[in-house]
Every structure is written in C-alpha cells, then in structure tokens.
C-alpha cells in the first residue's frame, strides 16, 4: 500500500534532477505517472526524448506504471496535451507536480528579451499552462493536488537571475491565488523551494556563489535556523518525499503555502506581510521620511547590493560625516 496508490500524476520535467526523484517516488507509492521531459539544456536548447522516456523504464523495471511525454509545459497546448495524455491512459488527472525549468543567467543591463520571455515561459507561463487544464477537471472531481516549484532566488533575490526571480516570486504568487481559487472543492496548491545539487546548479559558478554568500544573499538555506550540514545533502532525490506527502490524503487541509525542501531539512516560508509601520497625520515630509526609513523600517536592516568603494554615490558621504 502507497499513500498514492489509484492516483494519477503529470510530472513536468521529470526526465531529470529533482523531477526524476518525484517521478519515481510517485510510482513506488502507487501513482500511475505522466513523465513529461523534452529533454532540454539548461538553456532551454535542443530536444531529446531520452531521458523521460529512461525514467519511464525504470518505473516500469520497479513495478510501477508510467508513461512518457516529451512536449513543452511553455506552450498552452503542452499543457493540455499532458493532462489529456493523463485522462486518456489513466482515466483521470489528481496531480500535477510543476517542475521543469531553465536558466538564461544574464546581469539585467545585458539581458536580451529573448531570455527574459524565454524563461517566464518555461516558468511562470509553464505553471498556468499545466494548471489551467487540470484545474478544470479537478474542480469537477472535488479533488485535486498541485505542487509547484518556487526557488529562493524569487523569494530572496539573487544576483543575474531576474528572469528566474521574477518567474519564481510570480509562482509564489500564482501559489497563493490559485490556493484561493480551488481551495473550496477539496484541491490543495502549494509549493516548494528546493535546494539540490542537479546540472541547473552546476551552472552557478562557484565565484557567484562567493559574492552571494559575501552580501548576505546566499539564500534562505544558508539562513534558516538549523545549519547541521548533515541535515545538507543536496541530493535531488530529497525533495521527493516531501513532494509525496503534499500529495497524500493527509495533506488534504495544506493550501497555499511555500516550503523550502533542502537535504533533509523542511521549511516553511513566511508570508509577506509588512514588518513593521510609521504613521503621522498628513503627508510626509522628506527629512522625516529620512529619519523614519532609516532609523525605524530599516534599522538593523542589511543593504543586500550595496554600491562598490569605488562608486562615488551623492549622500553616502553625508552619512559618513553624521557618523563621524
Ligand atoms: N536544484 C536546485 O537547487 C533548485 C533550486 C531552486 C529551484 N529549483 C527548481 O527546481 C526545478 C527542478 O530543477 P532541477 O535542479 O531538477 O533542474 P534540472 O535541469 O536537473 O531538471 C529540469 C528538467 O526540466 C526539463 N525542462 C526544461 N524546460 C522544459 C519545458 N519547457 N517543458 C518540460 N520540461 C522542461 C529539462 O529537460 C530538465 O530535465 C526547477 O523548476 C528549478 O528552477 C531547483
């Protein structure tokens, strides 16, 4: 007995990485699964039926029953043809698991709009594109479970990664709403910020880690209260368990909520709410904003990208002189 077992699943980008490991939990507990891949580069590049098509085998080799799928979650009809592939083979759709992605790493001042429309695409897009079929027919059904794949680098912020930033803060944002629009006929939407040592993170050189890890972005891994490095495995397979339990019955009252996945250790995001206020009657004026902002909002507050030595910044030497 598997906590999936009868269910139905679309694993988007699950040829490889952290979707591999879902794919095959998902089989091992029962669920019959969609292994959608086309078998990209990171950059999006290229096609290869491939790895989906291994991952399927392997499923199969186990016991498990699965079957591939190799279009893009960045078209619509992608997305249709995935839960379409799921009803006609399987006779219904319960989950789906959003997790192919790309990386076009680019500083925003050389960013070409090719990059930029290129991985919303994949990303933000890709969520709508897979969500929007299947939550017509989970709706219908009263049932329904959808995980998404957020990162720290939308939640946070990260150096050359606008496009995926933007992507990923927008499927925190997708998250939430979508928790909202389907919460009421038994389906839950949540999402997941992983952490693992895959092909897309060998991208990051090692230098840009350092510079991150320098400003105090490094990501919320680094800053969550438990720093056990046993507990830091990086291993894609990790994530799956955690990606299995939000699809078990006994998630069925978990909506709307983001966790960070990273090793062996679980997390839980906050929601943004405003930290902290200052009021006055009547408009602001600017020496007051000066005083309120620094010393209320922000004090004890870390700039995450501060202006290099060398950048002459018009009031950063009033400052030095009213420390002085
Ligand atoms: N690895 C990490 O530490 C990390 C951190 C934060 C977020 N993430 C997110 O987790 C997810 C999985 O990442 P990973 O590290 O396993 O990457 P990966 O590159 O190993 O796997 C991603 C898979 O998605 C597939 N894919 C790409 N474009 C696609 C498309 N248009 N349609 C369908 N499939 C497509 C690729 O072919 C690939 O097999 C991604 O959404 C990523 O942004 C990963």
Redesign the pocket.
């Known amino acids: 007995m598997g906590v999936l077992d009868g269910k139905v699943a679309v694993v ?2 699950s ?5 591999r490991g879902i794919a095959m939990l998902y089989a091992a507990e029962g669920a019959k699964v969609i292994v ?5 580069a ?1 950059d ?1 590049s290229g096609h290869d039926e491939g ?1 989906a098509a291994q991952v399927v085998n392997e499923i199969k080799e186990a016991g498990g029953e699965a079957s591939a799928n190799f ?4 078209k619509f009809s ?1 997305g249709e043809n995935m839960v379409k592939q799921a009803v006609d083979t399987y006779g219904r759709i319960d989950i789906v698991v959003n ?4 990386l076009r790493d680019r500083m925003v001042f050389n960013m070409t709009h090719q990059e930029w429309d290129d991985v919303i695409a ?2 933000l897009k ?1 969520h709508y594109n897979t969500i929007k079929p299947a939550s017509v027919l989970m709706r219908q059904q009263r049932y329904g479970r959808i995980i998404n ?5 939308g939640l946070i912020g990260n150096t050359g990664q606008v496009n ?1 930033g933007a992507a ?1 803060a927008g499927i925190g944002g997708l998250t939430r709403g979508v928790a909202r629009d389907l919460g009421r006929y038994g389906i839950t939407v949540n999402s997941i ?9 060998a991208t990051v050189p090692d230098a840009a880690r350092d510079l991150r890890a320098q400003a105090g972005v490094s990501g919320a891994a680094s800053n969550a209260p438990v720093q056990e490095s046993a507990f830091l495995r990086r291993d ?1 397979d990790d994530v799956a368990p955690m990606a299995a339990f939000l699809a078990s019955d006994d998630a069925w009252n978990i909506n709307g909520q983001i966790f960070y996945v990273n090793g062996s250790r679980v997390g839980l995001t906050n929601h943004p709410v405003p930290e902290d206020g200052v009021f006055k009657p009547g408009l602001w004026t600017m020496p007051e904003l000066d005083d309120a902002v620094h010393n209320v909002l922000l004090k004890d507050k870390k700039n995450p990208a501060p202006p290099r030595e060398d950048v002459e910044v018009p009031g950063r030497d009033v400052d030095a002189k009213s420390l002085a």
Do not use: E, L, Q
């Not at 040829?15 to 979707?19: K, L, S, V, Y």
């Not at 997790?99 to 790309?102: H, K």
């Open positions: 988007t980008g040829g490889r990485g952290i979707g959608n891949d086309p078998g990209v990171v999006g790895p279009d893009s979650v960045a992608g997790v192919a992605g790309i994949v990303h890709g794949f957020s990162s720290s680098s995926y990923k910020s992983p952490g693992a040592a895959t092909r897309m993170t894609p």
